[in-house]
């Protein structure tokens, strides 16, 4: 089955950036709808970027549009999510997730609609 690694996670001053890596074996990252996650203590995960697929261009939650890019290697089979002008709201464990694209069925921004996590990455922003 699908098995996702992430790395890259770090304590940064505001208007810093950091890199994730989220390292993907089992199946080719080609071959599977993914995304990035964020959760915050006490609040709801959220999704803030996914690759695209099937012609659908890859996608970002407002609140880091113009921040965030998210990329993929595919020789190295690895996401990434480079995270720039980084604030303090931005602090939270942020997930990996892939599944199969009709597995997700259109539903991007649902957690519940992918089944393959890693185990997270720990991303603080101080003032």
């Known amino acids: 089955q699908v098995q996702l690694v992430e790395s890259g996670g770090g304590s940064v001053q505001a208007g810093g950036s950091l890199r994730l890596s989220c390292a993907a074996s089992g199946d080719t990252i080609r071959s599977l709808c993914m995304a990035w996650f964020r959760q915050a203590p006490g609040k709801e995960r959220e999704g803030v970027a996914r690759?695209?697929?099937?012609?659908?261009?890859?996608s970002y939650a407002d609140s880091v549009k113009g921040r965030f890019t998210i990329s993929q290697d595919n020789a190295k089979n690895t996401l990434f999510l480079q995270m720039n002008s980084l604030k303090v709201e931005d602090t939270a464990l942020y997930y990996c997730a892939a599944d199969y694209c009709h597995v997700v069925n259109g539903r991007i921004w649902a957690p519940e609609a992918y089944n393959y996590w890693g185990q997270g990455t720990q991303v603080t922003v101080s003032s």
């Open positions: 690759t695209p697929n099937a012609g659908v261009i890859s």
